[in-house]
């Protein structure tokens, strides 16, 4: 267990709801759902094989307490952000947001599954795009193809080398990126305190909450 994950798990001790309600992003809306299972049965994504629990599963299973099955699920990782459980929602339980708040939790504490595709793919994006302010593509596709070490990555990058050429011949793709020759915003430093600002309005907010 992590450091953070003992101290909620202490903090909150058989109250899941409380710390999901206090800790997650709109996490306040959890009680908020009647099980009706129309967010489920709109879900694009659900179907698949790795969503092992759907939206409405993980709204009762928070309710029951079941903590270690909820924060180690791969299904808020699924989620698409297509928003069709948003909409229909007959209580209005933000479902989309929930799924990345729950989801964002239980990276914080240390508790989401390893090697999570979408987790790596969302951290990857997001050490990227906030390094100058614009994706670095070239890295980025980099970062991801070698992920799974050298050999792998080597056959991902000749896999997709006529699409890297397309890219590159129709200008959406600048190869001198990889030396960090590449766009970047004006204002990186602005870019950077803007940041700093959310991060820390962000920490202020949860405070509050809990
Ligand atoms: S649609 Fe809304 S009320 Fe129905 S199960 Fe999903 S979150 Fe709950
Ligand atoms: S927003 Fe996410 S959880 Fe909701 S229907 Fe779309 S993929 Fe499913």
Redesign the pocket.
């Known amino acids: 267990m992590s450091d953070l994950n003992q101290q909620m798990a202490a903090k909150y001790q058989n109250n899941f709801l409380k710390e999901i309600e206090e800790q997650a992003e709109m996490g306040e809306w959890v009680k908020?759902?009647?099980?009706?299972?129309?967010?489920?049965g709109s879900c694009p994504t659900h179907f698949q094989d790795a969503w092992d629990h759907a939206?409405?599963e993980i709204?009762m299973m928070i309710r029951a307490g079941k903590r270690d099955e909820v924060l180690q699920s791969q299904g808020m990782w699924m989620c698409t952000s297509c928003y069709n459980?948003y909409v229909?929602?007959?209580?209005k339980?933000p479902?989309t947001h929930l799924m990345h708040g729950i989801a964002e939790y239980a990276y914080r504490i240390g508790q989401s599954p390893k090697a999570q595709t979408t987790q790596h793919l969302s951290k990857t994006f997001w050490d990227n795009c906030t390094e100058t302010g614009r994706v670095n593509e070239v890295k980025l596709t980099r970062t991801l193809y070698f992920k799974d070490g050298f050999t792998a990555g080597i056959k991902k990058a000749l896999a997709m080398q006529a699409a890297a050429f397309g890219l590159v011949k129709a200008r959406r793709m600048n190869p001198l990126e990889v030396i960090g020759i590449a766009h970047k915003c004006k204002d990186i430093k602005g870019i950077h305190a803007m940041l700093a600002k959310a991060k820390e309005l962000e920490a202020k907010h949860k405070e509050e909450k809990a």
């Open positions: 908020m759902c009647m099980q009706c299972g129309l967010c489920s939206p409405h709204f459980c229909r929602c007959p209580r339980v479902v």
